[in-house]
C-alpha cells in the first residue's frame, strides 16, 4: 500500500512542476496531523518546498540553460493560489498596483490585497510578505481588471500628486481596453480618477 508520502507525490507531479499546494488538498489522505508531517518529511526529502506556514511549492526548474536554478513562484501566484483556496475575491491596492500597471518601478517586499476573505498576514520563507485587509464586496465589484488597477493606484497616489508622466502610462493602458469596458465599472471610480480616465479616452 502506498505511504501518505507517495499519494501526495502522485497528485503533485499529476498537477506538474510550479504548483502550489496546502495540506487541505491531501484530507483524503488522512488526518491533517499525518497530512502534515508527511508534507515536512517531503520538504526535509527536498521534494517539496515550504514557502511558508501551510503553503507548499512542488519547485519549477529553470531549463533555459542560464542556470538560474529553481523558479520560484512569485506573491501574485500566491496569493491567487490562496484566494481560489478560500473561494475568496482579492485585488491588489497599494505600492503593489502601481508596481502591476507600471506607474512605479519599486518593486515592494510586501504586498497588500483587499479581500472579502479573512485578513492574515502571510510570510514568505525569503522574507517578502502578503497581507490581506478585508474589505467590503462593493470594493471587489469591479468587472473590469485594468479599470480596478487603476482605481486602486490611483488611490494610493492621491488626487494632487499624479504626474504627467503617469497620466501618459495611464492613457497608454486604456488604448487596449474598450471604453465600454472600462466606464460600466463608473459607479465604483472616485469622480477624480473618472476625470483622468474620461481624460485619457480623449
Given at each position: 500500500m502506498d505511504s501518505i508520502d507517495d499519494k501526495i507525490m502522485s497528485v503533485v507531479k499529476e498537477k506538474g512542476e510550479g504548483t502550489i499546494v496546502f495540506p487541505a488538498d491531501f484530507s483524503f489522505f488522512g488526518q491533517t496531523p499525518s497530512v502534515n508531517k508527511a508534507l515536512e518529511r517531503l520538504v526535509k526529502n527536498n521534494v517539496l518546498i515550504r514557502l511558508a506556514r501551510g503553503i507548499y511549492y512542488y519547485p519549477k526548474m529553470d531549463n533555459s540553460g542560464l542556470n538560474l536554478g529553481i523558479l520560484y513562484p512569485t506573491l501574485e501566484d500566491v496569493a491567487q493560489n490562496i484566494a481560489i483556496r478560500d473561494h475568496a475575491r482579492i485585488a491588489p491596492t497599494?505600492?503593489?498596483?502601481?508596481?502591476?500597471?507600471?506607474?512605479?518601478?519599486?518593486?515592494?517586499?510586501?504586498?497588500?490585497?483587499?479581500?472579502?476573505?479573512?485578513?492574515?498576514?502571510?510570510?514568505?520563507?525569503?522574507?517578502?510578505?502578503?497581507?490581506?485587509?478585508?474589505?467590503?464586496?462593493?470594493?471587489?465589484?469591479?468587472?473590469?481588471?485594468l479599470a480596478m488597477l487603476i482605481t486602486f493606484a490611483l488611490k494610493e497616489i492621491g488626487p494632487d500628486n499624479v504626474t504627467m508622466a503617469q497620466e501618459s502610462k495611464i492613457k497608454e493602458l486604456l488604448k487596449h481596453e474598450a471604453k465600454e469596458d472600462v466606464y460600466q465599472d463608473f459607479g465604483l471610480i472616485p469622480t477624480w480618477i473618472k476625470s483622468i480616465i474620461i481624460k485619457c479616452y480623449e
Open positions: 497599494g505600492n503593489y498596483a502601481l508596481n502591476v500597471l507600471g506607474l512605479s518601478t519599486q518593486v515592494p517586499m510586501n504586498v497588500v490585497y483587499l479581500t472579502d476573505g479573512s485578513p492574515r498576514k502571510i510570510s514568505i520563507r525569503d522574507g517578502r510578505g502578503i497581507q490581506f485587509i478585508h474589505t467590503a464586496p462593493k470594493n471587489l465589484a469591479f468587472k473590469c481588471k
